[in-house]
């Protein structure tokens, strides 16, 4: 089992490197110095050179890459253009908000479309059934965007039992997660109903049928495990999008998370808070992914030996 989460750990430090550079080349190509941006319309040519120089922004692009890497591989994530503050204590300050709310949106995500996915299943052509794919249907179908102004509008202005926007205690990330996730919750419950619904036809099923095992003991015992690995790959391929789908949502909520950090340092062309937190994104993205494979090799132990 190490052998095979070791492997796979090795497997991705190319990968992390070529995302690294892609990126970095991304935001160089952007329009615009960033030397003239900290020294102000005001400034002179030779301050301006003199800024440029301080960044290393004269050198070659490799040479700048290669200092990158360097500055990450030693935790310096730069400084904000803006406020002159460390990268790296901006993200400290919003990640902790965006790591709940995304933690909150995919964990109701996952029990009530796993849930609803069972229902939908058992009773399957019934009207258990056709409530829940309508329910599915609809949370793929509306953008969370929406949603979040619905609720907002529903809850905040004409009820009056939520906050608009904010952090400020455990009512605030209610709408936002439910924003979040009512797309992923709708695509669990439409993966684990179809992956059921294909497990219990399967032999082994009607073998266990056969020698007298009841329905629980049929589905929580047998037939959900061999059902769990592709709501396991929607489940980790949407978690790796949360962090970037965060930012319309964050935006629509006043959230302050990574999103509106992002969404902020772009409108000021903040070039190394953007560079930062796309490095980020990224980076999580491809940590859930493996994280995906390893809950993989559990559910199917012939995986890690292929």
């Known amino acids: 089992m190490w052998q095979y989460i070791i ?18 080349m991304f935001i160089h190509l952007i329009p615009g110095d ?39 591989l030693s935790g310096d994530l730069g400084y904000s253009i803006q406020s002159g503050a460390p990268v790296s204590e901006l993200i400290g300050e919003r990640i902790m ?38 329910t599915a249907v609809s949370g793929i179908s509306l953008p969370n965007f929406w949603v979040g102004l619905v609720l907002i509008q529903l809850f905040s202005v004409q009820l009056g039992l939520l906050p608009t926007g904010g952090a400020d205690g455990w009512q605030s990330y209610l709408m936002p997660s439910f924003a979040l996730g009512a797309g992923i919750m709708a695509m669990i419950a439409r993966f684990t109903r179809s992956s059921l619904v294909n ?10 049928r056969a020698k007298g095992l ?29 962090l970037g789908g965060s930012v319309v949502v964050e935006t629509v909520f006043s959230f302050p998370g990574l999103g509106r950090l992002l969404i902020d340092s772009i409108q000021i062309r903040d070039y190394p808070v953007v560079q930062a937190e796309i490095l980020l994104f990224s980076l999580q993205f491809i940590l859930v992914n493996l994280l995906v494979d390893i809950i993989y090799s559990f559910l199917n132990p012939k995986i890690r030996y292929e």
Request: without cysteine; hydrophobic residues 50%.
């Open 7 to 24: 492997k796979r750990v090795l497997g991705l430090i190319p990968l992390v490197l070529v995302v690294s550079f892609v990126i970095f």
């Open 199 to 208: 497990t219990l036809k399967q032999d082994y099923i009607r073998t266990g």
């Open 34 to 72: 960033p030397a003239r941006l900290i020294a102000g319309k005001e400034a002179t040519y030779e301050e301006v050179q003199q800024i440029r120089e301080s960044l290393g922004l004269e050198k070659p692009l490799f040479v700048q890459y290669f200092d990158y890497l360097k500055s990450l």
């Open 214 to 242: 009841g329905g629980n003991a049929i589905i929580f015992g047998h037939a959900l495990k061999n059902s769990l690995i592709p709501v396991v790959t929607i489940a980790g391929l949407q978690f790796g999008f949360l």
């Open 97 to 134: 908000p965006t790591l709940g709310l995304t933690f909150l949106s995919i964990g109701w995500a996952l029990v009530v479309g796993i849930l609803l996915g069972i229902i939908s299943a058992v009773f399957r052509n019934k009207w258990p059934d056709y409530l829940g794919m309508l």
